[in-house]
């Protein structure tokens, strides 16, 4: 294998074996960062003390959380056959995720650091007879570490964002001797397959994407009518998934909304919940109240803000929400996933950066089910306007789920273009039972 790599990827071995030496350091940082679990740390070095279930493992692989939850319907759809699944993620975050809403016998693991060593011990140690890679989290030892062992490999899916594209062209060689282990690609829109075709994958199919077809987050009951009991009355708007520069523009929204509309609550959930501190010091340096929901915090009639710096609580607040404002998309981050949103009846205002999700924003801008705003000015008006109009907010949420479940489907196109790998290890099954 190694001869017939281009030389990027021949050095990248190299130097991912030399560094060995220096995980035990690595790892030290990221403990003290709060990046690593500290039970779990051996993982990172493909060492567990799980052991492996007997008969076929599909073992499913995605970055973080996003990824994560796209391939929850999947999952349910692959445990009904009576198939173990392997479940490897890179952040506490997604653990911590897959701790709270998936099934216990699922196997989380900490995916490996993408050194030789590390990657064999942990394929040694669950030998899957299935992978299944979410979006484009496409590390190479991995990946030929996988195929160099005749491992069935499909990329479900599959992005290749506008970013990502043009810096992989550049180094053509290397992106294609990755994808090109892949069996399949399933991408999630005509333009990925077309960008994942002119970066060498094989076998491009597109499919859809998963996330329109996952289930509305949960909601604890208790937790919401003590919500809803404290907020009674309230115009709310959530601010979801929110990334740094972002707030300061919805202080200054909130401000100016506040005039027409007094008791106004705005909830700002974090997409990093470990940033809920330092938000809520510059909504008191403003001369705002707010409330930190991780200490514990209800909502009071004083309380201007809401910052929800917990984790997995974002179905609890969307049922909250009047109005959602869809994160990620003021600043060039490229836009938070809107379906949940829009499966619990949540109006949605975005900003213009939103190319993670651009098909989808695309539709639903054009069929009614969203509104953009691409100032300060635009915000204001568009979450004024909705605040005002409740007609106007039960209409777009009518539009937006008409786009929705336009664009469903994706879950059973996946299913059907992953039945021939399913079909094989429904006979190993039965072999293993005659």
């Not at 282990?181 to 005509?190: G, H, M, N, P």
């Not at 209409?395 to 059907?416: N, P």
């Amino acid at each position: 294998m190694a001869n017939s790599l281009p030389m990027t990827l021949r050095v990248y071995r190299k130097l991912s074996f030399a560094v060995v030496p220096l995980a035990p350091a690595l790892i030290k940082r990221r403990l003290k960062l709060g990046k690593e679990d500290p039970a779990r740390v051996g993982e990172r070095r493909g060492v567990s003390n799980d052991v492996r279930p007997r008969g076929p493992l599909i073992w499913i692989h995605g970055a973080s959380v996003g990824e994560v939850l796209a391939a929850a319907a999947l999952i349910e759809k692959l445990r009904a056959l009576n198939i173990r699944i392997l479940l490897t993620s890179g952040t506490v975050t997604s653990a911590a995720i897959v701790a709270r809403r998936f099934p216990p016998d699922i196997i989380h693991q900490y995916v490996p650091y993408d050194s030789p060593r590390f990657v064999a011990r942990f394929l040694d140690h669950w030998r899957p007879s299935l992978a299944l890679f979410i979006e484009s989290d496409l590390w190479p030892n991995l990946i030929l570490s996988s195929a160099a062992r005749r491992l069935p490999m499909v990329l479900i899916n599959g992005r290749m964002s506008h970013r990502s594209f043009p810096r992989w062209r550049r180094v053509y060689a290397t992106i294609s001797a990755l994808l090109g282990r892949f069996d399949v690609c399933l991408a999630q829109s005509e333009v990925d397959a077309a960008r994942f075709t002119a970066l060498g994958s094989r076998n491009v199919v597109t499919t859809g994407n998963l996330k329109l077809d996952v289930s509305a987050p949960p909601a604890d009951p208790a937790k919401l009518e003590r919500l809803v009991s404290a907020t009674r009355g309230r115009p709310i708007i959530v601010a979801a998934s929110t990334h740094p520069g972002e707030e300061e523009m919805l202080l200054e929204a909130h401000r100016t909304l506040k005039g027409l509309f007094p008791s106004l609550l705005t909830v700002i959930v974090p997409r990093h919940p470990d940033r809920g501190a330092a938000i809520a010091r510059v909504i008191a340096a403003s001369g705002l109240k707010a409330g930190l929901r991780s200490r514990e915090d209800v909502p009071t009639a004083a309380s201007d803000f809401y910052v929800a710096d917990t984790l997995g609580e974002l179905g609890l607040f969307y049922r909250l929400a009047g109005i959602v404002f869809m994160g990620g998309s003021l600043v060039e981050h490229g836009g938070q996933n809107p379906i949940e949103a829009v499966k619990l009846g949540a109006p949605i205002v975005h900003g213009p950066h939103v190319f993670n999700f651009t098909d989808v924003y695309e539709a639903l801008d054009s069929a009614g089910g969203a509104r953009r705003a691409d100032t300060q000015e635009a915000l204001v008006k568009q979450l004024g306007q909705l605040l005002a109009d409740p007609a106007a907010r039960d209409s777009q949420i009518r539009a937006a789920e008409r786009v929705v479940e336009q664009l469903g489907g994706a879950l059973e196109r996946t299913l059907a273009a992953l039945e021939p790998y399913l079909l094989q290890l429904r006979l190993e099954m039965g072999a293993g039972h005659a």
